[in-house]
């Protein structure tokens, strides 16, 4: 993918995510839903066009992007040796 079109996925991403944080959650980072699209929406099946690209991006829920998340900290969760958990625990506990 050419510099051109990839700056206009990631301002596409951009906006999409500001629309998030106003409608739905605050805390969602472009990495988030960056992450997600990568991760899931085309990991199988990258867009063919800038136009389906952006379509995928406009269509993401902040539902896909907290269950793929989700799905990301488990498997990561599961990598870890009992006193990387331990540690992580400890960081959030109060």
């Not at 988030?32 to 991760?39: I, K, S």
């Not at 539902?63 to 870890?80: H, R």
Request: charged content about 25%; some cysteine.
């Amino acid at each position: 993918m050419d510099s051109k079109l990839q700056h206009q996925i990631e301002l596409a991403i951009a906006i999409k995510t500001s629309q998030l944080q106003r409608c739905d959650l605050k805390s969602i980072t472009e990495q988030h839903v960056r992450d997600t699209l990568y991760g899931s929406v085309w990991k199988n099946r990258p867009p063919k066009t800038f136009s389906k690209a952006v379509d995928d991006i406009f269509k993401i829920t902040v539902n896909e992007i907290v269950a793929y998340l989700s799905s990301q900290a488990i498997i990561l969760g599961g990598q870890m040796d009992e006193s990387e958990l331990d540690a992580l625990i400890g960081e959030y506990s109060w």
